[in-house]
């Protein structure tokens, strides 16, 4: 028979128990962290660096001086919001400068201010979606842009992004339908959606093919188009195009795929079928 004494006994070790694992998931929270003008300084002078690995938050005082930083990559990706005032004097401004930051959401004011003046790279692979008015803002950025956390693409989050005239890439796409395709393709610098595993666009294919700076890497995509197999069997590009994911593929269209020295295909499509 258990005794009154044994009960207070369970009741205290669970509410223990139940206190430590609560404080232990707070313990596992990321801590905000800022830096002081002085690191900023000492971080642009080439010291301290790996303290950009912890940031999470910047005032406009620090952005201003981080936004002297010449080394290249100013990687800030566990920043995840910032001010149209931050981002208004953080964007980059000079050719071969890449920023990458962890924002999780841009809100329109924000993609103004990091588009306005800008000549770098802008990377926000963190983000997952964004709205029409946020593409049509980052679609004016005049550097090099990377989404490549996007995981779908509507149609007319496509018409904005395709107004953008510098290199585009959105690994993050597996899919996409042939509306929003139809209007990406009309982008008119090299675009790279080098995560889809279906193609059946024959606009987004050949502004692809055609704007090829031989970063195209097409070797996730398992299924092409019937129109699409002749626009890569037409391909006359000088870069090479890698289509090794390639699941399925009929007789006459890897007859035609084959006779492209420039298509490189899976193994078992490279030669002819034994008769």
């Known amino acids: 028979m258990i005794s009154r004494q044994d009960l207070h006994r369970a009741a205290a070790l669970a509410a223990f128990v139940l206190l430590g694992g609560h404080h232990s998931a707070h313990a596992q929270e990321p801590k905000p962290m800022s830096l002081t003008v002085e690191q900023a300084k000492e971080i642009v002078a080439g010291k301290n660096v790996e303290l950009l690995q912890s940031v999470t938050e910047l005032s406009v005082d620090v952005a201003q001086v981080l936004s002297q930083y010449g080394k290249g990559d100013l990687r800030l990706?566990?920043?995840?919001?910032?001010?149209?005032?931050?981002?208004?004097?953080?964007?980059?401004?000079?050719?071969?400068?890449?920023?990458?930051?962890?924002?999780?959401?841009?809100?329109?004011?924000?993609?103004?201010?990091?588009?306005?003046?800008?000549?770098?790279?802008?990377?926000?692979?963190?983000?997952?979606?964004?709205?029409?008015?946020?593409?049509?803002?980052?679609?004016?950025?005049?550097?090099?842009?990377?989404?490549?956390?996007?995981r779908t693409l509507s149609r007319e989050v496509a018409i904005e992004l395709a107004k953008h005239?510098?290199?585009?890439?959105?690994?993050?796409?597996?899919?996409?339908?042939?509306?929003?395709?139809?209007?990406?393709?009309?982008?008119?610098?090299?675009?790279?959606?080098?995560?889809?595993?279906?193609?059946?666009?024959?606009?987004?294919?050949?502004?692809?093919?055609?704007?090829?700076?031989?970063?195209?890497?097409?070797?996730?995509?398992?299924?092409?188009?019937?129109?699409?197999?002749?626009?890569?069997?037409?391909?006359?590009?000088?870069k090479p195009i890698r289509l090794t994911g390639l699941t399925e593929l009929s007789a006459a269209n890897a007859v035609g795929l084959r006779a492209n020295d420039k298509i490189v295909l899976p193994s078992i499509f490279q030669q002819a079928e034994q008769q």
């Open 77 to 150: 990706h566990r920043v995840q919001t910032i001010t149209p005032e931050v981002a208004r004097v953080l964007a980059p401004e000079k050719k071969g400068v890449t920023l990458w930051l962890g924002l999780t959401t841009v809100t329109p004011e924000v993609a103004t201010a990091l588009a306005a003046h800008s000549r770098g790279m802008l990377a926000l692979n963190a983000l997952d979606k964004i709205s029409v008015e946020v593409a049509r803002e980052l679609s004016q950025f005049r550097g090099k842009l990377t989404l490549n956390g996007l």
């Open 165 to 238: 005239r510098s290199k585009f890439t959105l690994f993050g796409l597996t899919e996409i339908s042939d509306e929003a395709a139809e209007a990406l393709s009309h982008h008119r610098s090299t675009m790279l959606l080098n995560g889809l595993t279906k193609l059946t666009s024959v606009p987004l294919t050949t502004t692809m093919l055609k704007s090829n700076d031989g970063f195209l890497n097409l070797s996730k995509v398992q299924t092409l188009g019937d129109e699409v197999m002749q626009v890569f069997a037409e391909y006359r590009g000088t």
